[in-house]
């Protein structure tokens, strides 16, 4: 490559590790927002971010901008590998942030945090009557945005889009039907199993404290290096980092829920791990973040329920949980494994058993499509909602909080973000049959309590080429093939006709 | 005032509060640092830190800036008394750091990163030599900055004056010679005194769950409102802020020594207040801040010694802290108040006595001032150090600890800010006798617990005003006198005459 030519690289090296830094300092303020900022500040932090937001649009959409891609775009294949990705998603972004102009993302910055709030204020009278107006300029900005980012085949592929590159409507429709019916048929099985799976001995008190060394201890087992890193306590937990150095996770803790914290540490450990295994020489390009949304997800599930609900795995925590608990004593290892297994139908997302997760996000997709074209309409949702749920799940919400209120997202305006969920497990479920094609003892061994071959696997394969890959290009360089519901469904049906 | 000029004040209000904005996640990234940041992040935040620091700059002297400046110039009598303070503010920052190029700004950061750590490698190791060509590189800087700086009388005028805005040597000697003497002449009244004070109930362990709650409760005495502002630990307290309405100080424990944290935490407080005080017209002016570094240490040692350690606030809190700890059951209030009002010469600024307290900063203003105008050099440093010390304080560092390596702020290029810490004093006494001639009760009355009158009287006359005035203006508003440490002196004689 010639001098010139590198001159140019590396202007637009320190042009997006500007970006970075203001990305680095939006997550930052948001951190700091839910963890440490005292309740008075919340309006002054707001300008922050709105400082922060300012200044990474310009950036984002900027002349030189325009420049970089029209210079690169004729060479744009003697460029490195990396090279070509930052590329890539530099223009990626100069064209979707363009699309649509600052003043409607003035305008809809400032619905959504209004509607944030109503959400907020909704969940506490747990009462619908309170978002729904807010809902429905979020729903008509959406579907303005769809207008304005376009789309071939179907409004919501737009907004798909954002989050998971190269998913579609035709695509998912697909999938999640294969998903569902795969599922439904396991769920079917296990409502006709005989088996009893007892969960008494978790009816009990767990004290925080010793919750909180068990944490540590889980991150410790997993690997999640806490010089780079760090554990707080949040409602909802989280994963957030600022660069490769710098992660950091959140739990919560229940007296009353001993599994609650446990697997929330170790859902969030593996997005952790995800960001700590990023490697340096992607910092600075745009590319040190993870592939999609989706594939995060499959990450973080990986580690909580391929691994974390291992009967491998748990033969290795379980005696220090054992330690810390005494009322755990005479709980056997077989007893332990199937309660944290346990399928049950509910009602909340987030408490859903890792067979039926799938479900609850499968209903929302189908109502983001419907709504996002017209469908349906924000007064509907409630219905659409209890009826959905009584249909794939044979639950029925008897208040908004179990219901229409209990996601946050929509709050925001994530719209097409939802179906990354049910992607994260379809991926993990391939990566899985992969590992397995590469050492069939991989998962046995965990027993062992080391967990290097299954992290540098996932790190070598997966974590270390950052944003590089679009989720399908990942998926087919890591398992040759095209993304499949086959893999994640023979690993449920095995793992819970056994258990059942 | 016509349209047009108030079109372009709301454009340099917008341009204003980019840099305050800068500011603040200047200081979120700082706090976090000392705060949360796990250890491997360091090099990376130096990046972030890099990135703010550049793009504020590029705000502070900008094309835009010197627009500004030469639109207002001419009707700068025309604006409202704020609008013209930041101008004036504006202008400074702009022909400040413009007198600098921006090159060795760059050269400089690095000189003081690893001047920083070099400090912080010979404080382990008790070794000055560690430090010493590092600190030479420093001040080699410092003597340059003075040449683009620009001076009158004194090369350390120019340092001096970026803290302290129209303080000079001149006027520094003439005050800090009569601050000395005075101070000289009540600790030879000390010395020759037959009271012995008791401080052996304090050679005691306190525990330190109890000591954080002593500090809580110290916090909500003084009204600092942990609804906008927190409490964090770290080695060495501070005080930093985002806004008026997110002000956080820190402190430390230790458990062989109560004091240091009741009076870290008032001390910090009162800097707290002063910053949770600025009301909101002054934020997007560049204003919202202290009218300068003296002036900001004259509250909290207004806070911390004048009204912390008065009889009447100890009367008040003396009751929780023997609850906490029944050890000091029998000590009665003459015996707590005496203690801790001791007066000792001793070696280490920061446990310094209220009294011998500005001879540590005087010693340092005089090392300064010699330094700068090459009288001595960095190699003299351990020497003139120990000379002083013997002379002024009677005391001699046997090591480099104990002495020269004692304080950071050389290490980051702190040059001229030593004398603020004295300043504070002085401006301290003059704001004492101001109150106590508008209500002769007001120390008298903090028995009742309540501080509420004093805290108004000091928003009301200092805190309100946030950055307006000069340090010299606002002690001219304040108190209709120019500076004078009369008040000061008197306060330290009625005092120590009282007690001994």
Redesign the interface.
């Known amino acids: 490559m010639n001098q010139k030519i590198q001159e140019k690289l590396n202007e637009v090296r320190e042009h997006v590790?500007?970006i970075e830094?203001l990305d680095?300092?939006s997550a930052?303020?948001y951190w700091?927002m839910k963890i440490?900022?005292?309740?008075?500040?919340l309006?002054?932090?707001a300008?922050?971010l709105a400082?922060?937001t300012g200044?990474s649009f310009k950036l984002t959409t900027g002349e030189e901008v325009k420049e970089f891609i029209n210079y690169f775009n004729p060479i744009i294949n003697e460029l490195s590998i990396v090279d070509k990705a930052m590329m890539r998603n530099l223009k990626k972004n100069y064209e979707e942030t363009k699309k649509i102009p600052e003043k409607i993302h003035k305008q809809y910055s400032i619905v959504t945090s209004l509607s944030e709030a109503a959400w907020e204020e909704a969940r506490e009278k747990n009462d619908f009557s309170i978002f729904k107006p807010h809902l429905e300029k979020v729903v008509a900005f959406q579907r303005e945005f769809v207008e304005y980012l376009g789309y071939k085949e179907n409004k919501y592929d737009a907004l798909l889009g954002k989050f998971e590159e190269g998913i579609t409507v035709k695509k998912l429709d697909k999938i999640f039907g294969e998903l569902k019916e795969g599922i439904l048929n396991i769920l079917e099985y296990i409502k006709k199993s005989n088996k009893k799976i007892n969960r008494e001995f978790l009816n009990a008190k767990f004290d925080i404290k010793k919750q909180k060394e068990i944490s540590l201890y889980l991150l410790d087992k997993i690997k999640f290096?806490?010089?780079?890193?760090?554990l707080d306590e949040t409602t909802h937990p989280f994963t957030t980092n600022?660069?490769n150095?710098?992660v950091r996770i959140t739990t919560h803790y229940f007296e009353r829920d001993l599994l609650s914290n446990i697997y929330s540490i170790i859902h969030e450990g593996g997005h952790g791990l995800y960001e700590l295994h990023i490697p340096d020489n992607l910092?600075g390009t745009g590319l040190a973040i993870g592939a999609s949304m989706g594939i995060h997800e499959s990450q973080s599930r990986f580690y909580e329920n391929i691994i974390g609900r291992s009967k491998e795995f748990i033969k290795v925590i379980l005696p220090f949980i054992k330690e810390k608990f005494s009322n755990l004593e005479d709980v056997t290892l077989d007893e332990f494994y199937s309660a944290v297994n346990y399928v049950e139908p509910s009602l909340i997302r987030t408490e859903a058993d890792e067979l039926t997760y799938s479900l609850h996000v499968i209903i929302r997709y189908e109502i983001e499509k419907e709504l996002i074209n017209g469908d349906i309409e924000v007064k509907d949702l409630p219905k659409v909602w209890k009826e959905k749920y009584i249909e794939y799940l044979g639950v029925e919400p008897k208040t908004d909080n179990e219901g229409i209120l209990q996601d946050m997202h929509w709050s925001d305006g994530s719209f097409g973000y939802f179906p990354s969920y049910a992607l994260g497990n379809i991926y993990g479920g391939q990566f899985l049959n992969k590992l397995m094609q590469d050492n069939e003892n991989a998962i046995n061994n965990l027993e062992d309590g080391d967990m290097s071959y299954i992290n540098e696997w996932l790190s070598n394969n997966i974590h270390k080429y950052g944003g590089i890959y679009t989720p399908e290009e990942l998926v087919k360089k890591v398992t040759s093939e095209e993304l499949s519901t086959k893999y994640f469904l023979n690993y449920l049906e095995n793992k819970y006709k056994q258990i059942y």
């Open positions: 590790s500007k830094e680095r300092l930052l303020v700091d440490c900022m005292p309740k008075k500040a309006e002054q932090r300008n922050t400082y922060i200044e290096d806490m010089d780079a890193g760090r600022f660069g150095k710098d910092l």
